[in-house]
Each structure stands twice: as C-alpha cells, then as structure tokens.
C-alpha cells in the first residue's frame, strides 16, 4: 500500500487586536494562544487611545482578554464570548484557514 504524505503546511496568519482605551496605562493581550501570560504580548498605545498588538495564530479557536491597569475586560468589538471557569467571560476568535 502506497504512503500517503501531505505537502500542505498550515501556515501561522499575522492577526491584530486592538483597544480603545483613552485612559489606561498599560494594555496587556493575554489568551490561550500565549497560555494566559501576562508577560509575553503587552499592547502599544498610540497616543489617542487606541492600543494595538499583533500576533501570528495557527487557524483555530482562541479564548482572550485585555488586562488593563490590572483589570480583565473582554474585547468590546467581539460579540463571541465564551464562560470561563471565574463566572465571567472570555472573548473568542475564530480563524479560519485560508
């Protein structure tokens, strides 16, 4: 019987989240894809508010929230939510492969 390899590689996609947050110190983007570090992926605020950072995701589902100023929020520009385990929620983004 003939071996059946795949040459298709799954490719990471370059995926940005943003906040509005005029008035916050420090934005921190933590979730499931960088095992809830707050550490590893601290937003850029562009001076008007607007908080950005960028990441590179396999397709999939990820579960995510903001740390702001040491508060959890959930994304306000995602409706997809999901329960977490601390009676509140968690946003959720779904990517797609391409």
Not at 2 to 27: G, M, P, W, Y
Not at 35 to 57: A, C, F, Q, R, T
Not at 59 to 82: A, C, I, M, R
Request: with cysteine; hydrophobic share 30%; net charge positive.
């Amino acid at each position: 019987m003939a071996k059946v390899t795949s040459t298709t590689k799954i490719k990471r996609r370059k995926i940005t989240f943003s906040l509005n947050s005029s008035d916050a110190q420090e934005v921190i983007l933590i979730g499931d894809f960088n095992k809830w570090n707050h550490k590893k992926h601290p937003m850029k605020g562009d001076g008007n508010g607007i908080w950005k950072k960028s990441v590179m995701l396999l397709p999939g589902s990820y579960e995510y929230k903001f740390l702001v100023d040491g508060e959890w929020k959930e994304d306000p520009q995602n409706n997809h939510k999901s329960a977490n385990c601390f009676g509140t929620y968690n946003s959720v983004f779904n990517l797609t492969a391409p």
